[in-house]
């Protein structure tokens, strides 16, 4: 991230072509510099600085339209839209090249000017069709942010109609979103009355279901053509106390360290990607289990599923992609069929990430590059965050790690809600039942502001990881909780 003093002062000093290539060299920690950007007086002032900067060099239209001009404008007119400052929205929109943003900031400068609150019912329609060219140039798509702004725009005028005593207005506004004619006319009211529930619907947990869980039949044979197949008829193993030639005592406690090894380590004829497949023998189903408790209690990320805009499940610590292999098969459990979300395997060690992607290339989850793997979560292109409906940050067995810095993933979380305020955002946690091992999370819960805790509490988790097993099941006390961050 950059200071924004710093780079204010830095633009007002240099030439076209100097901004053009400081910008290309800095696209990231800009984007971060703008997501950051805090609505005060000297913010704005320095913001403006910057685009009465760019309006006095008389640009012409190849350097005014290069991407890195165009990347400044559009980040200053959303600041500025944020910030309420519609003169300074005005100018941003009237330098970008025709492109969705331009149509975005039209559109809500379009109902900024009204002059009477009639004007709301009048012109109703004619704030749709901007707003409707605002959804996509053909390569990239915004419907969900377009809808978001929509809904924003519906609750903060039936507010102000309200505040004024107009409810007859409101009467009619209301009608307007539910008028048959405008919905046949305009797309983006029909999709908006179909999906606006995403927009409203309040937050269920659901009652606790003590059942015993086993693999559905996509995960067992999931689970049995990934890795216990290979473990199982692998030369060295002898099946079930010796895997890949070491004794199972030996693997929980040096190989795989109980679940905290290095695992882009060999070990004497172990590959690194030996090792993460032990890792899944031994621990990921357990944790593929407890997901499921979660996440069966948690009614909200299926009503965000194939509807507009994308699901981006954020999963740090991903391991073999446990906690995304569950979410597919929570989905497809419900709804059947092919599963779509955006998925951000985040972990330490290549070797996790590449079982990761291994784990999701799966004939129920289709991935349609909605597929992202990171080292670490201040790695993320917010651009992958545009079309998002809602975002979850899961935590599965994270925060037991003796490597995390809590602190600097605090710092990345928020970037990451920063990058988009008005979407529902929620850390989804779960953890051994030792208090002793959630004492980085306690520290992280104090670095990420203002929260609710939807749900907390230790439940005793009883699994098979056979179908139709007689045998008794195993028990696991797991910690959960569900943050939903402000």
Not at 228 to 254: C, K, S
Not at 384 to 407: G, Q, R
């Amino acid at each position: 991230m950059i200071d924004i003093s710093d780079f204010s002062a830095r633009i007002i000093q240099s030439t076209p072509e100097e901004i053009i290539q400081y910008v290309a060299d800095n696209r990231n920690p800009l984007k971060l510099t703008f997501i950051n950007l805090e609505i005060i007086r000297d913010t704005i002032d320095r913001c403006s600085s910057i685009l009465m900067y760019l309006s006095s060099l008389q640009l012409p239209v190849e350097v005014k339209e290069s991407n890195e001009i165009q990347f400044l404008y559009k980040e200053l007119g959303l600041f500025f839209k944020k910030a309420n400052k519609q003169g300074l929205v005005a100018n941003c929109s009237n330098q970008l090249a025709a492109n969705i943003f331009k149509n975005r900031l039209k559109a809500w400068l379009h109902h900024k000017h009204y002059t009477n609150a009639e004007s709301h019912c009048k012109l109703f329609a004619s704030y749709l069709e901007k707003l409707s060219i605002a959804i996509t140039d053909g390569d990239e798509d915004y419907e969900n942010d377009v809808l978001r702004d929509l809904h924003i725009y519906y609750v903060d005028t039936m507010a102000l109609l309200e505040n004024r005593g107009h409810h007859a207005l409101m009467q009619e506004f209301e009608e307007l979103f539910e008028s048959e004619s405008l919905i046949g006319k305009y797309k983006l009211l029909d999709i908006y009355q179909r999906s606006k529930n995403q927009f409203t619907t309040d937050l269920l947990i659901v009652e606790e279901n003590h059942k015993i869980y086993e693999p559905s039949i996509f995960t067992e044979a999931l689970f049995e053509d990934k890795f216990l197949a290979y473990i199982r008829n692998h030369q060295d193993t002898v099946w079930y106390e010796i895997l890949l030639g070491y004794p199972t005592f030996t693997i929980r406690n040096e190989i795989i360290n109980f679940g905290q090894a290095h695992f882009d380590n060999s070990y004497g004829a172990l590959s690194s990607s030996d090792i993460v497949k032990l890792y899944s023998y031994f621990n990921m189903r357990k944790h593929y289990y407890s997901t499921l408790y979660l996440l069966e209690r948690f009614n909200r990320l299926q009503d965000f599923h194939d509807t507009n805009g994308r699901i981006k499940f954020i999963d740090i610590g991903c391991g073999p992609a446990t906690s995304g292999i569950a979410l597919t098969d929570h989905i497809h459990a419900i709804g059947g069929g092919a599963v779509s979300f955006d998925y951000f395997g985040v972990d330490c060690y290549q070797s996790m990430r590449t079982e990761a992607a291994y784990m999701m290339d799966n004939g129920v989850y289709e991935n349609d590059n909605s597929t992202f793997y990171l080292e670490r979560l201040g790695k993320i292109d917010y651009d992958d965050l545009e079309n998002a409906n809602s975002i979850y940050i899961n935590t599965c067995y994270l925060f037991a790690s003796d490597t995390l810095d809590e602190v600097e993933l605090a710092k990345d979380v928020l970037n990451v809600k920063k990058a988009k305020q008005e979407v529902p955002f929620y850390i989804l946690f779960q953890n051994t039942s030792d208090a002793t091992k959630s004492v980085k999370y306690n520290n992280f819960k104090e670095q990420i502001g203002n929260f609710t805790v939807r749900l907390e509490g230790t439940s005793l988790i009883r699994y098979n990881n056979r179908r139709n097993s007689y045998f008794s099941p195993t028990e696991e006390a797991v910690y959960f909780e569900i943050l939903e961050i402000e």
